[in-house]
């Protein structure tokens, strides 16, 4: 079992930054893609981004590319995702992910385990 804390939401003016965190449980932290997700009120959750086990890989929706960044420390058992120039339209509830077999996909049903989420809103 994985245990996903999410931490970092908050409220930002629209050009602002934030950085998420999700800190892991368990041993095998570094063996999992890792990835970020978010669900905008009425609407489907989505594919943010997404990281290989070492780092050395990952892959962004397109509205995101250029603004966002993710990145982890195994040490530690976290990852983050760094958020730049927000916009109103990245206002969601955004959940971190685990995926512990495979490769990076976007698919939601592919992640085996999630946190509870961290709401960012972004004021416009």
């Known amino acids: 079992q994985v245990q996903l804390v999410e931490s970092g939401g908050g409220l930002v003016q629209a050009g602002g930054s934030l950085r998420l965190s999700c800190a892991a449980s368990?041993?095998?932290?570094?063996?999992?893609?890792m990835g970020w997700f978010r669900q905008a009120p009425g609407k489907e959750r989505e594919f943010v981004s997404s990281?290989?086990?070492?780092?050395?890989?990952?892959y962004y929706t397109d509205s995101v590319k250029g603004r966002f960044t993710i990145s982890r420390d195994n040490a530690k058992n976290t990852v983050y995702l760094q958020m730049n120039s927000l916009k109103p339209e990245d206002t969601a509830v955004y959940y971190c992910?685990?995926?512990?077999?495979?490769?990076?996909?976007?698919?939601?049903?592919?992640?085996?385990?999630w946190g509870q989420g961290t709401q960012v809103n972004v004021s416009s």
């Open positions: 368990g041993r095998t932290f570094s063996n999992y893609i």
């Open positions: 992910a685990a995926k512990t077999t495979g490769w990076i996909v976007t698919s939601a049903r592919s992640y085996d385990f």
């Open positions: 990281i290989n086990w070492s780092g050395g890989m990952t």
